[in-house]
């Protein structure tokens, strides 16, 4: 069993920052992928940003340039650093981490969600 435990989320004006964590533990033998998802009200899940155990990112279109993903492999930990941020990234955001535990079986887990809510 993985347990992901996220924080970070909260409310921010326009053009603000806010910092997501995301930490994973478990039974983990390695990580492969780490991401974060979000989901607005009325919209389906959508990918923000990936990165791979080798370090390699994507982002989806809306976030380059203003988001930034890291991972700390030695905590099991993913970051999504956001800036400048719009009214249009207000939604729940959800990590997501796939590997293999300590018995060669593959997982895929999700977290419980952060709400990021950016208003004046």
């Known amino acids: 069993q993985v347990q992901l435990v996220e924080s970070g989320g909260g409310l921010v004006q326009p053009g603000g920052s806010l910092r997501l964590s995301c930490a994973a533990s478990?039974?983990?033998?390695?990580?492969?992928?780490m991401g974060w998802y979000r989901q607005a009200p009325g919209k389906q899940r959508e990918l923000v940003a990936v990165?791979?155990?080798?370090?390699?990112?994507n982002y989806a279109d809306s976030v380059k340039g203003r988001f930034t993903i890291s991972r700390d492999n030695a905590k099991n930990t993913v970051y999504l650093q956001m800036n400048s941020l719009k009214p249009e990234d207000t939604a729940e955001y959800y990590c997501?981490?796939?590997?293999?535990?300590?018995?060669?079986?593959?997982?895929?887990?999700w977290g419980q969600g952060t709400q990021v809510t950016v208003s004046s």
């Open positions: 997501n981490v796939n590997g293999y535990n300590r018995v060669s079986a593959s997982f895929d887990y």
């Open positions: 990165i791979l155990s080798r370090g390699s990112t």
């Open positions: 478990g039974s983990i033998f390695s990580i492969n992928a």
